[in-house]
């Protein structure tokens, strides 16, 4: 596509559900990002993948957050027992290379999650 | 490791004045600094990016950026704004850490346009 694009675009869940948020990167692009916003702060960091290496899972905020890119292509992210707290958007990116953090990321439109 | 600070919480400035939004980083080598910019309903736009070279880095929409070591900032810029600027600014800095690399960002500058 011409774009990352991210779905659903809007999330509304009960607290202790699971959830899952999909992201389509740029066709081509090996590497893919996924941050948080939360309303009012900047954007966290989440996860990295870069290629087919293993993915950075530093920005992970517990457990209960876990990401998987099929096929170096579209990646999910999955919250398990979602609690209110996670209720933010979420952001993918990629870009063209890896290990090149001054590579460009195009970012997609995000997901909007609340969790009542 | 690094970190990035936005100083400014919320900006408002007259259509047609300068702009000026400022950007602190910390890191000990020569960093990859970025300025994105998020408007309304819209996502992440990179406006400009440097690494190294002339400090003076121009961007797109009419913006730049200078990038001075000695105070550790890279202060984004714009001579005359337009109520089309009006949106949240993010200052990043990227980090790499062996074969893994990411994108630090600050906590955002929103700045709104008084007519």
């Known amino acids: 596509g011409a774009g990352v694009s991210q779905s659903p675009s809007n999330k509304v869940t009960e607290k202790g559900k699971d959830v899952e948020l999909r992201c389509d990167p740029i066709s081509g692009h090996t590497a893919l990002y996924w941050y948080r916003q939360s309303l009012g702060q900047g954007l966290e960091f989440l996860i990295y993948?870069?290629?087919?290496?293993?993915?950075?899972k530093s920005g992970l905020p517990s457990d209960r957050f876990s990401a998987e890119r099929t096929g170096g292509s579209v990646s999910t992210l999955t919250i398990q027992r979602t609690q209110q707290e996670d209720s933010a958007v979420y952001l993918c990116a990629s870009s063209s290379r890896d290990f090149n953090p001054w590579e460009t990321q195009y970012f997609g439109p995000g997901t909007r999650l609340l969790v009542l | 490791a690094q970190s990035v600070t936005q100083p400014d919480i919320h900006i408002t400035v007259s259509e047609g004045a300068s702009l000026e939004l400022r950007c602190n980083y910390s890191?000990?080598?020569?960093?990859?600094l970025f300025w994105y910019v998020q408007s309304p309903g819209q996502g992440l736009q990179l406006l400009l990016k440097?690494?190294?070279?002339?400090?003076l880095v121009q961007g797109i929409k009419g913006f730049e950026a200078e990038f001075k070591r000695s105070q550790s900032s890279f202060n984004l810029r714009k001579p005359s704004v337009h109520w089309s600027d009006a949106a949240e600014y993010f200052c990043?800095?990227?980090?790499?850490?062996?074969?893994?690399?990411?994108?630090?960002f600050g906590s955002g500058t929103r700045l709104s346009i008084r007519p």
């Open positions: 990043a800095v990227g980090e790499q850490s062996g074969s893994a690399s990411k994108i630090i």
């Open positions: 890191y000990g080598a020569t960093p990859y």
């Open positions: 440097y690494f190294s070279g002339d400090t």
């Open positions: 993948f870069q290629g087919n290496s293993a993915p950075d």
